[in-house]
């Protein structure tokens, strides 16, 4: 399964397609190009965790990626620990897109950051 379906995540689905695997590519864009390369389209928000995660047990998928975008990684994170497939924890998925939480983290593990307030 590959989160994204846009000019940016086009290459990572022809690749998967050369290495001859069969493809879900998710996409909240009906037109995504990167439709046209995958095996299956599924029409969802790459950002919505509950349905790619249904999506992805109803697929029996073996992987989930994503490319070129940094919110999926949550989606990315969540199916993979749920699903006992391969993949980043959660806790990395949100420090790698919150950046409060990745500077806050990044100085506690002593390396240095600008100046940062988190504001709301």
């Known amino acids: 399964m590959i989160l994204g379906a846009s000019v940016l995540q086009t290459p990572g689905i022809k690749k998967a397609k050369e290495m001859d695997l069969e493809i879900f590519s998710v996409d909240m864009d009906p037109s995504a ?3 046209e390369f995958a095996d299956h389209q599924l ?5 919505d965790i509950p349905n790619i995660l249904q999506a ?21 994170a969540t199916v993979a620990e749920e699903m006992g497939l391969v993949g980043i924890s959660v806790n990395s998925a949100l420090k790698a897109t919150n950046k ?21």
């Open 100 to 120: 409060a939480m990745m500077r806050v983290c990044l100085k506690e593990n002593g390396v240095p950051v600008p100046d940062f307030y988190k504001v709301s």
């Open 56 to 76: 992805a047990k109803e697929c029996k998928i073996d992987g989930i990626m994503t490319l070129a975008t940094d919110m999926p990684m949550r989606a990315v």
């Open 33 to 35: 190009e990167g439709f």
């Open 43 to 47: 029409v969802i928000s790459t950002i």
